[in-house]
């Protein structure tokens, strides 16, 4: 998403999102590549029906099938229980030993198990949490006006207004979720209400750190964006970037901007805060003023919860490396974006694209930067290498990975045009880049899914919206045909097998590739160990 966008003078708008594709032409693809991979049929879809949700596990396949006016669930090509006007959150347990989703009949939902139905009729679902290395169960209903948990098929704890899905802590000892009472959203934990309240709360950015187990919620209270610490409320900005936790939970850390209007200009400042207090104030490029906007047009900063731009913010999304040194990109000054590792300050660019990943040790890190219209790659704060993205530019980077034992470094480079810039579509020109090399530019929606194997010789990855909205899996440079949708691209236990699930048409193939140990990436001294574990 843009970090400001442009309106008229008498409006002001939040935001602009807008679906909308453009489809690239027609790929031709090499039929000695897509040869080398073989199919198998797993399932085929009743005739007649259409797929609206394929959930693919590592042991087992499930679907729901659309057929005239009713949906039902498919569990490894079997119907499983009855069928529904609708059908949502279909959900497999974490070893895929049960299979749950609610199923809609007369206005009314209904819980279903492994196929079967719960009595209890309720007027809003929402999705179901499995509790890590435990058995139990958890899932928060509504019904008429309240709203409330329900453990193993038990309402537990308070009702509320409004309520979230529930989230269990990563050691699977706490449950978690927000629930609404008299137009405030508040964090319960473990049946308790923590202090902290919120107007309106941030979907995707609430739960737990992943060290220590924290529990935080991010959310506006009236026109300003906060996080809220195990109950502790943090300074509030126009904006604010999602939060970032040291290893063993004891510090925290994110950015947040606010706009000063001005009458020629409206100018950005960004703040890197820490444990609630700020460390660091930088000016990012500003916008337009209302003068600029007389008759004509004004620029309005996007508000919220969202990654950082440093160039416009000021600041980055501030990171930890394992050793829990702050990490964060700043605009010194136009064209001066700088990564600041502590307080030691790298060379400066026209814009930081990707995150800072590190070693483990905490020796070595990389990101990628933008310099004019070219990606840079820069280890230890040292530009390595130019990659010209020609008139498209660079506009961002997708994602940054490294193999097991280091020896090779892997990002998606993406060129977008104005639509991407202004998030109507997320088709854009992108890359793999592999040990400096670009792969194929593909036209598509993403490159997901980027994998290594684990003795470092293969890798493979996703493209999304290769043609049209048709995808494909491309193996050590290797291209798949085209298919409906692929998933879970992953390697066999021989370690010589890339397998996925595809579908093509009515089937669902099982789609295999034998490695060619000749093809093997050769092993580069140069790279550095990446630390790439999510925060």
């Given at each position: 998403?843009?970090?400001?966008i442009?309106t008229?003078?008498?409006?002001?708008i939040?935001?602009l999102?807008?679906?909308?594709?453009?489809?690239?032409?027609?790929?031709?693809?090499?039929?000695?590549?897509a040869?080398?991979?073989?199919?198998?049929?797993?399932a085929?879809l009743?005739p007649?029906?259409?797929?609206k949700?394929?959930?693919?596990?590592?042991h087992?396949?499930?679907?729901?099938?659309k057929?005239?006016?009713?949906?039902s669930?498919?569990?490894?090509?079997?119907?499983?229980?009855?069928?529904?006007e609708?059908?949502?959150?279909?959900?497999?347990?974490?070893d895929e030993?049960?299979?749950?989703?609610f199923?809609k009949?007369?206005r009314?939902w209904?819980?279903?198990?492994?196929?079967k139905?719960?009595?209890k009729?309720?007027?809003s679902?929402?999705?179901?949490?499995?509790?890590p290395e435990?058995s139990?169960l958890?899932?928060?209903?509504?019904?008429e006006?309240?709203?409330?948990?329900?453990i193993?098929?038990k309402?537990s704890g308070?009702?509320?207004?409004?309520?979230?899905?529930?989230?269990?802590?990563p050691?699977?000892?706490?449950l978690?979720?927000l629930?609404?009472?008299s137009?405030k959203w508040?964090?319960?934990?473990?049946s308790?209400?923590?202090?902290?309240?919120?107007?309106?709360?941030?979907?995707a950015?609430?739960?737990?750190s992943r060290?220590?187990?924290?529990?935080?919620?991010?959310g506006?209270?009236k026109?300003?964006f906060?996080?809220v610490?195990?109950?502790t409320?943090?300074?509030?900005?126009?904006?604010?970037?999602?939060i970032a936790?040291?290893?063993d939970?004891?510090?925290y850390?994110?950015?947040g901007?606010?706009?000063k209007?001005?009458?020629?200009?409206?100018?950005?400042f960004g703040?890197?805060v820490?444990?609630g207090?700020?460390?660091?104030?930088f000016?990012?490029?500003?916008?337009?003023?209302?003068?600029s906007?007389?008759g004509?047009?004004?620029?309005?900063m996007?508000?919220?919860?969202?990654e950082?731009a440093?160039d416009?913010?000021g600041?980055?999304?501030?990171?930890?490396?394992p050793?829990g040194k702050?990490?964060?990109?700043?605009?010194?000054?136009?064209?001066?974006?700088?990564v600041?590792?502590?307080?030691?300050?790298?060379?400066?660019?026209d814009?930081?694209?990707?995150?800072?990943?590190?070693?483990?040790s905490a020796?070595?890190f990389?990101?990628?930067a933008r310099?004019?219209?070219?990606?840079?790659?820069?280890r230890?704060?040292?530009p390595?290498?130019?990659?010209p993205a020609?008139?498209?530019g660079?506009?961002?980077?997708?994602?940054?990975?490294?193999s097991?034992?280091?020896?090779?470094?892997?990002?998606e480079?993406?060129?977008?045009g104005?639509n991407?810039?202004g998030?109507?579509t997320?088709r854009a020109?992108?890359a793999?880049?592999?040990?400096?090399q670009?792969?194929?530019?593909?036209?598509?929606?993403g490159?997901?899914n980027?994998n290594?194997?684990?003795?470092?010789h293969?890798?493979f990855?996703?493209?999304v919206?290769?043609?049209?909205?048709?995808?494909?899996?491309n193996?050590?440079g290797h291209e798949?045909?085209?298919y409906d949708?692929?998933?879970?691209?992953?390697?066999l236990?021989?370690?010589?097998t890339?397998a996925?699930?595809?579908?093509?048409?009515?089937?669902?193939l099982r789609v295999?590739y034998?490695?060619n140990?000749?093809?093997?990436l050769p092993?580069v001294?140069?790279?550095?160990?990446?630390n790439?574990?999510?925060?």
């Open positions: 998403m843009p970090a400001h442009r008229s003078a008498k409006f002001f939040a935001a999102t807008v679906p909308l594709l453009f489809f690239s032409p027609s790929r031709s693809q090499s039929n000695q590549s040869s080398l991979f073989h199919e198998d049929v797993l085929e009743t007649g029906a259409e797929a949700q394929i959930l693919v596990g590592n087992h396949l499930a679907w729901i099938e057929l005239g006016d009713k949906r669930v498919h569990l490894d090509g079997q119907q499983l229980g009855s069928a529904y609708d059908i949502k959150f279909l959900q497999f347990s974490r030993s049960r299979l749950v989703f199923g009949r007369s009314a209904y819980f279903v198990d492994d196929g139905e719960d009595s009729a309720i007027s679902p929402a999705a179901v949490a499995f509790q435990g139990s958890a899932y928060c209903e509504c019904s006006r309240t709203c409330r948990l329900v193993d098929g309402e308070a009702e509320y207004d409004d309520i979230s899905h529930p989230r269990y802590s050691d699977g000892k706490h978690a979720f629930a609404k009472r137009k508040v964090g319960v934990l473990d308790k209400e923590l202090p902290g309240e919120i107007d309106e709360p941030a979907s950015s609430w739960g737990f060290g220590s187990g924290r529990f935080f919620m991010s506006r209270v026109s300003t906060i996080h610490i195990d109950g409320p943090t300074p509030g900005f126009d904006v604010i970037s999602r936790f040291t290893r939970g004891n510090h850390a994110y950015g901007a606010d706009s209007g001005g009458f020629k200009k409206q100018k950005i703040t890197i820490k444990d207090q700020p460390v660091a104030t000016e990012g490029k500003g916008m337009m003023g209302s003068w906007g007389l004509g047009s004004t620029e309005a996007v508000g919220g919860i969202h950082l440093t416009f913010h600041v980055s999304s501030p990171e930890f490396d050793n702050l990490v964060y990109a700043a605009r010194r000054d136009k064209g001066d974006v700088a600041f590792h502590g307080a030691d300050a790298g060379p400066g660019f814009e930081v694209l990707s995150p800072v990943i590190f070693t483990e020796e070595h990389a990101y990628v310099q004019g219209q070219d990606f840079v790659e820069v230890d704060n040292k390595i290498l130019t990659i020609g008139k498209r660079a506009t961002s980077v997708g994602w940054i990975a490294i097991p034992d280091a020896a090779h470094l892997a990002y480079t993406i060129s977008g104005r991407y810039k998030a109507v997320m020109f992108r793999a880049v592999i040990d400096g670009s792969g194929p530019d593909y036209n598509a929606l490159l997901t980027f290594f194997d684990p003795d470092s293969h890798y990855y996703e493209v919206g290769a043609e049209g909205d048709r995808d494909l899996v193996v050590d798949s045909r085209l949708a692929v998933a879970n691209t992953h390697y236990p021989d370690g010589k890339i996925f699930v595809a579908r093509d048409n009515s089937r669902l295999t034998t490695l140990q000749s093809n093997s092993s001294s140069t790279a550095v160990l990446i790439t574990e999510p925060r």
